[in-house]
C-alpha cells in the first residue's frame, strides 16, 4: 500500500520564511526560534523549498 506524507516544514528560497505544518488547525504556521518569528519579508511571492526532489509517496509493509 502506498501513502501520500504532506511535506511537514517549508522555507521560502527568497526571504527565508520557514513555515510548519500545524495538525490542530490544518493550516502553515510561521515558526518562532529564540522568540523570533521566521516570517521572512511580507510582500515576498514565497518560492518554496517544496520541488521535483520532495517525494510524497511512502511505501506500506
Do not use: Q
Amino acid at each position: 500500500m502506498t501513502t501520500i506524507v504532506p511535506p511537514k516544514e517549508r522555507e521560502c528560497e527568497r526571504c527565508g520564511r520557514t513555515d510548519t505544518w500545524n495538525d490542530d488547525t490544518g493550516t502553515w504556521a510561521v515558526v518562532e526560534r529564540d522568540g523570533d518569528r521566521l516570517s521572512g519579508d511580507p510582500f515576498c511571492l514565497h518560492e518554496w523549498d517544496i520541488n521535483g526532489a520532495y517525494n510524497p509517496l511512502e511505501e506500506g509493509a
